[in-house]
C-alpha cells in the first residue's frame, strides 16, 4: 500500500456534492499544513451537472445519468477552481466550469497531487476582471 504523503484520494457517495466534498477535503488538508493541490485523475458519475459554459452568466444544468470523463483544477485556501467535461448515455458531451449542485450517482473516484512546495490563493486580475490563481513557492510570502 502507497501511503505517499503528496498523494490524496478520495471516494465519493450516491448523492454527494462534488464540489463542496472537494472543498471540504482541501479544506481537511490546508488543516495539515496544505497550501496547494490539483486534480490529477477522476472518474465517476453523476445524476446531476450543473456546468458554467464559457462567458455565461449563468449555468447550465442536466438532470439525467452522466459519466464524469474528465475534471481537472487548482484547490487553495480561497476555494477550488474546477472544470468538468460530463457525456450522457447518447455519448454526447458537455464541459464548463463545475458550479455548486453536481451530485454523484453512483460513485466519484478522485485522486489529489498535493503540492507541498507551493502556497495558493486567488487575487483579482484588472484584466481579466476574475479572481486568479497566484502561485508562489512556498517559501515566499504571498504577494500584496
Known amino acids: 500500500m502507497n501511503n505517499d504523503p503528496a498523494i490524496h484520494v478520495l471516494r465519493l457517495n450516491p448523492g ?80 464548463g466550469h463545475v458550479m455548486p449542485g453536481c451530485s454523484v450517482r453512483t460513485t466519484a473516484e478522485i485522486v489529489l497531487a498535493l503540492l507541498p512546495g507551493w502556497a495558493f490563493s486567488r487575487a483579482h486580475d484588472d484584466r481579466s476582471g476574475f479572481m486568479e490563481l497566484v502561485a508562489t513557492p512556498a517559501s515566499s510570502k504571498n504577494p500584496d
Open 16 to 95: 454527494d456534492d462534488l464540489r463542496a466534498e472537494l472543498q471540504s477535503a482541501f479544506n481537511a488538508l490546508q488543516a495539515r499544513g496544505c497550501r496547494a493541490a490539483c486534480v490529477i485523475s477522476a472518474v465517476g458519475s453523476l445524476s446531476r451537472a450543473v456546468l458554467r459554459h464559457a462567458a455565461q452568466a449563468q449555468a447550465s444544468v442536466q438532470n439525467e445519468p452522466l459519466e464524469l470523463i474528465t475534471l481537472s483544477g487548482t484547490l487553495s485556501p480561497d476555494g477550488v477552481h474546477l472544470h468538468a467535461s460530463v457525456a450522457d448515455a447518447r455519448g454526447e458531451m458537455r464541459g
